[in-house]
């Protein structure tokens, strides 16, 4: 199977889906990609906004708080 390169965009929307409530294993089925690769990049997502933010999340009962 050939790989496939996501932009940016496309990452950050899928990120976004997740921690707008949506299941992950349904994203991930949708886009084709594996839950490990979802989670590698939300977890450099979520890096990244705290650095150029200074944002603190919280995670409990399958939803992502974000706290300013």
């Not at 899928?14 to 991930?28: A, K, N, T």
């Not at 979520?46 to 603190?56: F, I």
Request: with cysteine; proline share 1%.
């Amino acid at each position: 199977m050939k790989r496939r390169r996501w932009d940016s965009k496309t990452k950050t929307k899928i990120v976004l889906e997740g921690l707008s409530g949506r299941p992950v294993s349904e994203i991930c089925n949708e886009y084709g990609i594996h839950q490990n690769q979802y989670y590698s990049w939300r977890d450099k997502f979520l890096s990244e906004a705290r650095a150029r933010k200074n944002l603190n999340f919280e995670y409990g009962a399958g939803e992502c708080i974000i706290l300013i």
